[in-house]
């Protein structure tokens, strides 16, 4: 068996797909490529990453990919069976693309942490509009969390695997870290998944701020 991933240095995207694919224990090699070269990815067909190759089948979309990952390795299964619970684990991993990834890490965390940790300019009115975006989600997510996975069950689900690296980037930026505090169910969820061995094990290099 062979298996690619195709991923970038900072991506969260490909942070979740190597997350899942370590607590699958699954073995990998990577490929680094940068999406935001002129002509990004040019095996994707929008330019991203990330984007897997097992044993020759290519599937792109983070949420595609992890899902895969579940049911073609052995290990801990990663969705919960209960139909309720596998509902609300697939509703965080859409809240997390469609309404948390740009606020939370392209305008927050961007800004906040690693423009400023790289000592690239910041973007004042992008931090904003993030911050100011911010609190509709993660309210929402804090509604959701405990209703499955780690917080429920004690074990990890691809929700919580999908939102690690998100929640992870979006306190890096201290203002994103004073503003999580304010959601009790989301911030008693970050607790228990930032001692996770997996999110540690399958983060990027980061430079550290100030
Ligand atoms: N919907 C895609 C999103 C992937 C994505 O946005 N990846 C970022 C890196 S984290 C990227 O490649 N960005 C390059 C760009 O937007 O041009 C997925 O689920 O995989």
Do not use: C
Request: glycine fraction near 8%.
């Amino acid at each position: 068996m062979e298996t690619e991933l195709h991923g970038f240095s900072y991506s969260v995207y490909t942070w979740i797909v190597r997350f899942a694919l370590f607590e699958k224990g699954a073995e990998y090699s990577a490929v680094e490529v940068n999406p935001f070269s002129e002509t990004g990815h040019p095996a994707h067909p929008f330019g991203k990453v990330p984007l897997l190759v097992h044993n020759g089948f290519r599937v792109y979309e983070t949420s595609a990919i992890t899902r895969f990952i579940d049911s073609a390795f052995s290990g801990p299964q990663l969705q919960p069976v209960d139909t309720q619970e596998r509902a609300r684990s697939d509703q965080i991993i859409s809240v997390v693309d469609n309404y948390a990834y740009w606020p939370l890490v392209r305008r927050v965390s961007s800004q906040g942490y690693l423009n400023k940790a790289l000592g690239s300019g910041v973007d004042q009115s992008e931090l904003e509009a993030g911050l100011n975006a911010a609190p509709k989600v993660l309210s929402a997510l804090n509604d959701l969390v405990s209703d499955q996975g780690l917080l429920k069950t004690g074990l990890l689900s691809l929700s919580d695997i999908h939102l690690g690296p998100m929640i992870s980037y979006f306190q890096m930026a201290p203002e994103g870290a004073k503003l999580l505090q304010s959601y009790p169910q989301l911030f008693r969820w970050w607790n228990a998944i930032s001692v996770q061995q997996g999110l540690e094990q399958s983060k990027p290099k980061l430079p550290r701020l100030g």
